[in-house]
């Protein structure tokens, strides 16, 4: 067993959130001993479920919906499945989009390290994609792919904003 100030310097996180966790009810089986938390290795384990749903962008709401559904036992495995397998492909197309970023990033970048070796971007507007390195030009295809969302969305109503 771990004490709420192991599980902080184990994990990195601050007493406070672990303590807040709990209060959300995010731990539905821990002890206590002498009114203090008492971490076991599912506690442990709840954590790291609780950080992963947190990273993918799970509100607390949602993640003590998901807890509840473990105290509840096997009737939520569909339950619990549907709520991840949602979350996976929420993640997986975030990460498409950060990969399309990152590829403008590279090749924006390299374009510049060229700007800079010219002195002017002159070579550089003139070039078409098939005559660039074929690392950059799998960037720039990438960066520059259609999206399924609009990259420019100006205001709510989708008119340019002023």
């Known amino acids: 067993?771990?004490?709420?100030?192991?599980?902080?310097?184990?994990?990195?996180?601050?007493?406070?959130?672990?303590?807040?966790?709990?209060?959300?009810?995010?731990?539905p089986h821990i002890q206590r001993s002498g009114g203090k938390?008492?971490?076991?290795?599912?506690?442990?384990e709840t954590l790291r479920v609780i950080e992963c749903l947190k990273r993918s962008g799970l509100e607390i709401?949602?993640?003590r919906r998901f807890m509840d559904w473990t105290v509840q036992?096997?009737?939520?495995?569909?339950?619990?499945?549907?709520m991840l397998e949602e979350q996976r492909a929420?993640?997986?197309?975030?990460?498409?989009?950060?990969?399309?970023?990152?590829?403008?990033?590279?090749?924006?970048?390299?374009?510049?390290?060229?700007?800079?070796q010219d002195g002017n971007e002159e070579r550089l507007k003139a070039m078409a994609p098939a005559d660039m390195p074929e690392d950059i030009r799998r960037a720039y295809e990438s960066a520059h792919a259609q999206e399924q969302e609009p990259v420019f969305t100006g205001s709510k109503t989708g008119a340019p904003e002023e």
């Open 90 to 116: 929420t993640v997986e197309a975030e990460m498409k989009r950060m990969g399309r970023a990152l590829d403008m990033l590279k090749y924006k970048c390299r374009y510049y390290d060229q700007a800079i």
């Open 61 to 63: 709401k949602d993640i």
């Open 73 to 82: 036992g096997s009737e939520t495995y569909p339950l619990r499945r549907a």
């Open 1 to 27: 067993m771990y004490t709420i100030g192991q599980v902080s310097e184990l994990t990195g996180l601050p007493v406070s959130t672990l303590r807040y966790y709990d209060k959300q009810g995010l731990f």
């Open 37 to 44: 938390r008492q971490f076991g290795e599912e506690e442990l």
